[in-house]
Nanobody, 121 residues
Framework: QVQLVESGGGLVQPGGSLRLSCAAS????????MGWYRQAPGKQRELVAT???????NYADSVKGRFTISRENAKNMVYLQMNSLKPEDTAIYYC???????????????WGQGTQVTVSS
């Protein structure tokens, strides 16, 4: 059993900052890529940022220069620092991880339950 739990969402004014956290727990042997995705009302879920186990990152064009993804491998954590937030960043943000299960020895993709980010004055 593997679980991902996000935290850190909330209401922030345009131009403000938030830091999202995601903790992976359970029967984890190793974690490969981790990432953040978001889904706004009436829209499809989209990639925000990803990070490999080695630290290589990838960002959506819409967040480059404003968002920073990072991770702590020893704690099975991934973070998303969001600066200069805009109303169009409003969405539910989901954490995703590609995990090798310690029990099944199979690789699977796991999602968190999501955390709401609202950017509004």
């Amino acid at each position: 059993q593997v679980q991902l739990v996000e935290s850190g969402g909330g209401l922030v004014q345009p131009g403000g900052s938030l830091r999202l956290s995601c903790a992976a727990s359970g029967s984890i042997f190793s974690i490969n890529a981790m990432g953040w995705y978001r889904q706004a009302p009436g829209k499809q879920r989209e990639l925000v940022a990803t990070i490999t186990s080695g630290g290589s990152t990838n960002y959506a064009d819409s967040v480059k220069g404003r968002f920073t993804i990072s991770r702590e491998n020893a704690k099975n954590m991934v973070y998303l620092q969001m600066n200069s937030l805009k109303p169009e960043d409003t969405a539910i943000y989901y954490c995703k991880a590609t995990i090798l299960s310690r029990v099944t020895l199979r690789i699977g993709e796991y999602w968190g339950q999501g955390t709401q980010v609202t950017v509004s004055s």
